[in-house]
């Protein structure tokens, strides 16, 4: 299945689940982001986006600027160690939906203690993904 088809799908789904589109742009494969659906329900937003032959899912408190992956919040929220598991759209929107009240609660009720929780999950997680070769950079 195409990236494209595959956020269409999970953009599906979060509608049924009352999510309602905020934003939307693309597909224009020239821009960072190909294609980006931003959706909100409550005070969360979820942006679902394709950018480069990968698709995947942030997530965050609706007057927050920037959102983080939903395993970071997850390992924040059950207080574990986030995986270094490859994200995949399709089971995101699966533990989103599967997860959602304790979700928006979560992300609703954050505070400062979360955003550094956030912040170290995110970059401990990105170090071990690098330093185990699961994230490369173009040689040029």
């Known amino acids: 299945m195409s990236d494209a088809v595959a956020l269409e799908r999970e953009t599906s789904r979060l509608l ?20 980006l659906v931003v959706l909100t329900r409550g005070g969360i937003r979820v942006s679902l986006v394709r950018d ?10 609706i007057s927050s600027p920037t959102g983080r ?19 995949d759209l399709e089971a ?15 992300v609703i009720a954050s505070r400062p203690e979360t955003d550094a929780c956030l ?7 990105f170090s071990q993904r690098r330093l185990l070769g699961l994230i490369t950079y173009p040689a040029s």
Request: charged residues 30%; glycine residues 10%.
């Open 16 to 35: 049924q689940a009352g999510f309602a589109i905020a934003d939307e742009r693309g597909p224009d494969p020239e821009a960072f982001g190909d294609q």
């Open 52 to 61: 480069r032959g990968q698709t995947y899912l942030t997530l965050a408190k």
């Open 92 to 106: 995101d929107v699966d533990l989103l939906l599967g997860r959602l009240p304790d979700f928006e609660s979560f």
């Open 119 to 125: 912040r170290e999950a995110g970059q401990w997680r």
């Open 69 to 87: 992956d939903l395993g970071v919040w997850e390992s924040c929220m059950d207080d574990e160690t986030p995986s270094l598991e490859t994200r």
